[in-house]
């Protein structure tokens, strides 16, 4: 079964410092692959995805995420986090190109420190 | 354009007594999901309407849920009766069409206390 994991449920980094969060998927083919975010009493807002091509992708806001097919996994970067990108971080796969249904991790909080 | 909206934005209700979820979805998006945020959790979908038809149902509990999009437009979820478990953030979104490339677009969510 298609399935997705976010390693570190809870992140701290100082402001100016380097982002990664991580994510791992199971699935036998090539995933669509997305990360989401989501700020409190927000809904999720799509940062980047991952269909085919380039392995590295650029999203909104400053983000990038890696598709590394030999290690199943699509990591989020950001070189300089900002207080304002503390929020929950959501990895999803899309096993299917046609119906759009979206399998998600359990989450990443990400706090921020001044 | 506007976004997803999604009323009420919180509900406390007591076991068994039913409630609803409205979701108005983005004008012109004929794909409109509702998924289920338990806390500290990811969004699981629970159904997925293609227009007023609903496509993907496998995940919703229909003994107590149900759903209904008339005109293909704005969607209602149920609960008879809620649960203590229940209890959760209940998120609607829309596409223009389904499929993994097209952007979903979520509203703030319907957070449900049962008590």
């Known amino acids: 079964a298609q399935s997705v994991t976010q390693p570190d449920i809870h992140i701290t980094v100082s402001e100016g410092a380097s982002l990664e969060l991580r994510c791992n998927y199971s699935y036998g083919a090539t995933p669509y692959l997305f990360w989401y975010v989501q700020s409190p009493g927000q809904g999720l807002q799509l940062l980047l995805k991952y269909f085919s091509g380039d392995t590295l992708v650029q999203g909104i806001k400053g983000f990038e995420a890696e598709f590394k097919r030999s290690q199943s996994s699509f990591n989020l970067r950001k070189p300089s986090v900002h207080w304002s990108d503390a929020a929950e971080y959501f990895c999803?796969?899309?096993?299917?190109?046609?119906?759009?249904?979206?399998?998600f991790g359990q989450g990443t909080t990400l706090q921020v420190k001044p | 354009e506007a976004g997803v909206v999604q009323s009420p934005r919180y509900k406390i209700i007591e076991k068994k007594q039913p409630v609803a979820f409205w979701c108005n979805p983005i004008?012109?998006?004929?794909?409109l999901y509702w998924y289920l945020q338990n806390l500290g959790q990811g969004p699981e979908l629970l159904i997925r309407y293609e227009n007023e038809e609903a496509v993907d149902d496998s995940q919703l509990p229909k003994d107590r849920f149900s759903a209904e999009r008339l005109k293909g437009v704005d969607s209602t979820l149920k609960i008879q009766p809620a649960e203590l478990g229940d209890s959760a953030v209940y998120l609607c979104?829309?596409?223009?069409?389904?499929?993994?490339?097209?952007?979903?677009?979520f509203g703030p969510g319907t957070r449900l206390t049962v008590l």
């Open positions: 999803a796969v899309g096993p299917s190109s046609n119906t759009g249904k979206l399998i």
């Open positions: 004008s012109g998006h004929n794909t």
């Open positions: 979104a829309s596409s223009r069409l389904a499929g993994a490339y097209n952007e979903q677009f």
